[in-house]
C-alpha cells in the first residue's frame, strides 16, 4: 500500500504520481482516519478528479467540495483488474465504515430468507437484517405472509433445527419438544450427521433459486438408492419430501425465483440524494417493488453511483434476477457482469432496453425515481430545518460535545423481582428508528437492583462498539452521539461507570431523566437542571424518554401474561407441552384464551372437544 501526505507535498506532482492501473484508493483526514474508499478502473484519473476544478465543483456540489477539503492524506492498493478492485473495495469499506461512503436506504424493508452456512449446523431465519455474517440471502419477498408459510414447510421437510443461537441445543443437553413431535433432526443429540444436515441445506437452497427440479432429481436417486438396499422407512421418508417440496413449489404465493427473473433499474439525481427505483418482475408479473434513497456520496456523475448502486444492492443477495435492466449505458457494465459471474456463479446479464415493452418498464421505473427524489427533496427541506434547530438546540441547553443525531434512551421495567427487562429506543434525526428498537431479558442480576440491571443492558448494549465488523445487528454498530436514562442520579452514575469500563467517556454524551419534575442530570449539571416543558427540545426528549418506557412495558407485560398462561395451562387436565404449542400459536395470555368460545377453543389443532371444555371452565368459573 503506498501512502501519500498531501500536506507535504505539491499536490500537481503527487497526483502525476499516481500509477495508470486498476486499484483502490483509500482517502484519510488529518487525523488519519479513512474517510473515504473508492475503487478506479484507472487510478491516475480517478483520484485527480478529486482536487482538479475545485472551484467548478464548489458551486456545482458544494457537499462534494466540503469533502474534498478533508482529504489530508492518500492511500492506494493497485490490483490486477477492475474486479480484483472492486472486491477488495468492499471488503475494506465493510471493515472500516468510512464516513463519506454512500449510505443506501430502502423506502420499504421487505424480508429476506437468511441460511446462516458458516455454522456446523445452519439455521434458516426470516430478516430484514442483510449483515448477519456469513449467511447467504435471498429475496426480498413482497409477500411476507407466504413467506413464513414456505419457511415453515421447508424446516419441516428437511427437519432444520429452531434454535437461537449458533450452535443447536439449548442448557441441559436436552433436545426441545421439536425434536420430539418429528420436526427437528436433532443435531444436538448426534442425530444426524453435519454432511447430511448440511445436504438438506443445499437442497433448500437450490429452491430458494427456484431450481426445484434439480433437488427432485437428486432426492429420487437417494430414494432409490434406499430402495434398492431395501431400506424402505428411509425411502418412503424420501418420496414424502419430494411430493411436499411439489406442492409448495406449485402453490406457492410468492416469486421464489427461476430463470424468468427481471429487475428494472432506474435512478434520478439531484444535488446531495440519489432515488432508486427498482422494478422486480418474476416469471412475467410484477412480483413487487422498492424505492430507495442514496445519500453520502462523494463527486461520482449519476453513472458512477448507479454503478456502485448495482454492487452495494446485491453484494448479499444469492437468488439473483438474470437479467438486470438499466436506463442507460455505464462504463463499468461489463466488469459487473464479470464481477457478478464470479461472486455468485450465475450469468447475469445488465442491459439498457431499447424498444418494446421492456423500454415502457424501465421508463416507468425512471418516473416513478423521479416522483420518489421530488418526495424526498420536499421532506428534507420542510423538515430538515427544524429537526435541525431541535437538536442543536439541544445540544447547546446540555453543553453536549456531539450534535445529538442519534439518540438512544434505555430503561427498567420489573414488577418485584419478576420478569426483569430492558429497553433501548433510538430515535435518529428526531424520528424513531424503530427498526433499532431492542429488547433486553435481564439474565445476571437476581434482586431488585434497578442500577446493577442498567449496567448490564449497557454492557451488553456497548460491547458491540469495539468490534471492527458488523456480525449481528447492524444498529449495535452505530455510536450513539447521546445516551438518556430513565432515572435519576443513581441510574446516571451506574451508567457513567459502565461508558469508563468500555473507555467512552467522553466519546458519547450522557444524561438522565427523572419522572415528574422532569429534571436533567448530567456530567455538568450533577444537581439537575430543569427547563419549560413547551420548548421543543425538552418535548423531544420527553418524547423519547415516554417511548421507552412504553416499549419496556409492552415487552413486561407480554413475558408476563406468556408465564400466566403457561402457570394456568400446567393445571389443566390433559395438556402437555406439545398442546401447549399449538395453543400459544392462537392465544398468547388469559385475555387471549377468554375471547375464544369453546368452539373456537375446540378448533385449535391438536386438542380434544374435551380438552377444549376443561379449559373452558377453568376460564370462566
Not at 498531501?6 to 488519519?32: E, R
Not at 465493510?94 to 464516513?99: A, D, F, G, L, S
Not at 399449538?582 to 384464551?593: F, K, M, R
Request: one cysteine or more; aromatic letters at 10%.
Amino acid at each position: 500500500m503506498e501512502n501519500i501526505n498531501i500536506s507535504q507535498n505539491d499536490l500537481s506532482s503527487i497526483l502525476n504520481s499516481l500509477p495508470k492501473k486498476p486499484g483502490v484508493y483509500l482517502f484519510k483526514d488529518n487525523k488519519g482516519k479513512i474517510i473515504y474508499i473508492g475503487k478506479a478502473k484507472i487510478l491516475h484519473n480517478r483520484v485527480r478528479s478529486y482536487f482538479l476544478n475545485k472551484e467548478n465543483l464548489s458551486l456545482s456540489n458544494p457537499k462534494a467540495s466540503y469533502f474534498s477539503e478533508k482529504i489530508n492524506a492518500i492511500d492506494y492498493i493497485v490490483t490486477d483488474s477492475e474486479i480484483e478492485a472492486l472486491i477488495l473495495e468492499l471488503n475494506l469499506i465493510k471493515k472500516h465504515r468510512p464516513k463519506f461512503n454512500a449510505d443506501l436506504k430502502d423506502d420499504k424493508s421487505y424480508p429476506f430468507i437468511a441460511i446462516t452456512v458458516n455454522e456446523d449446523y445452519p439455521r434458516l431465519i426470516i430478516t430484514r437484517n442483510k449483515n448477519i455474517k456469513g449467511a447467504k440471502y435471498f429475496g426480498p419477498f413482497t409477500n411476507v405472509h407466504a413467506l413464513r408459510e414456505i419457511a415453515e414447510y421447508l424446516k419441516k421437510i428437511f427437519l432444520l433445527r429452531d434454535c437461537k443461537k449458533p450452535k443447536p441445543g439449548k442448557q441441559g443437553g436436552k433436545p426441545c419438544l421439536n425434536f420430539h413431535i418429528g420436526l427437528c433432526s436433532g443435531p444436538c443429540i448426534s442425530k444426524i450427521s453435519k454432511n447430511e444436515y448440511k445436504r438438506n441445506i443445499e437442497y433448500i437452497i437450490l429452491f430458494l433459486k427456484g431450481k426445484n427440479k434439480s433437488i427432485v432429481r437428486s432426492l429420487i436417486l437417494e430414494m432409490n438408492k434406499f430402495a434398492q438396499n431395501m431400506n424402505y422407512e428411509k425411502a418412503a421418508e424420501i418420496k414424502n419430501r419430494i411430493d411436499l417440496i411439489g406442492e409448495i413449489y406449485n402453490g406457492q404465493k410468492i416469486f421464489i425465483g427461476g430463470e424468468d427473473a427481471w429487475d428494472f433499474i432506474a435512478i434520478s439525481l439531484k444535488e446531495e440524494i440519489a432515488a432508486v427505483s427498482l422494478f422486480m418482475y418474476r416469471q412475467g408479473e410484477l412480483a413487487g417493488f422498492n424505492n430507495i434513497t442514496i445519500t453520502n456520496f462523494g463527486v461520482e456523475n449519476i453513472e458512477e453511483i448507479l454503478s456502485d448502486f448495482l454492487v452495494k444492492y446485491y453484494k448479499n443477495i444469492n437468488n439473483m434476477p438474470n437479467i438486470i435492466f438499466i436506463p442507460f449505458e455505464i462504463e463499468d457494465m461489463k466488469t459487473l457482469m464479470e464481477y457478478f459471474m464470479k461472486t455468485k456463479e450465475k450469468k447475469i446479464e445488465i442491459k439498457v432496453p431499447k424498444t418494446g415493452e421492456n423500454k415502457s418498464i424501465i421508463e416507468m421505473a425512471l418516473k416513478n425515481s423521479r416522483l420518489f427524489l421530488e418526495k424526498k427533496k420536499y421532506e428534507k427541506e420542510s423538515n430538515y430545518n427544524k429537526i435541525f434547530n431541535d437538536i442543536s438546540d439541544l445540544q447547546k441547553a446540555l453543553s453536549l460535545k456531539n450534535i445529538p443525531r442519534r439518540i438512544e434512551c434505555y430503561d427498567i421495567s420489573n414488577l418485584r423481582d419478576s420478569f426483569p427487562v430492558g429497553s433501548m429506543v433510538v430515535f435518529t434525526d428526531g424520528a424513531p428508528a424503530r427498526n433499532n428498537y431492542r429488547h433486553f431479558k435481564i439474565r445476571t442480576v437476581n434482586s431488585q437492583d434497578d442500577y446493577k440491571m442498567m449496567q448490564e443492558m449497557l454492557k451488553r448494549r456497548l460491547k458491540y462498539l469495539s468490534y471492527s465488523k458488523i456480525e449481528i445487528e447492524e444498529s449495535f454498530y452505530q455510536k450513539p452521539d447521546l445516551i438518556v436514562i430513565d432515572g435519576g442520579k443513581g441510574q446516571l452514575s451506574a451508567a457513567k461507570d459502565v461508558l469508563a469500563d468500555f473507555g467512552m467517556s467522553g466519546q458519547i454524551d450522557l444524561i438522565s431523566l427523572a419522572k415528574k419534575e422532569e429534571i436533567i442530570f448530567s456530567e455538568i449539571f450533577k444537581d439537575g437542571i430543569s427547563f419549560e416543558k413547551n420548548k421543543n427540545f425538552m418535548r423531544l426528549i420527553i418524547r423519547i424518554r415516554d417511548e421507552t418506557h412504553r416499549f419496556s412495558i409492552e415487552f413486561h407485560q407480554k413475558l408476563r401474561d406468556n408465564n400466566m398462561t403457561r402457570s394456568f395451562l400446567d393445571n389443566i387436565k390433559g395438556i402437555g407441552e406439545k398442546k401447549k404449542q399449538y395453543i400459544y400459536e392462537t392465544a398468547n395470555s388469559i385475555d387471549d384464551l377468554k375471547n375464544l368460545s369453546l368452539k373456537d377453543l375446540a378448533d385449535i389443532k391438536g386438542l380434544t372437544y374435551n380438552n377444549a371444555k376443561n379449559i373452558y371452565d377453568a376460564l370462566h368459573r
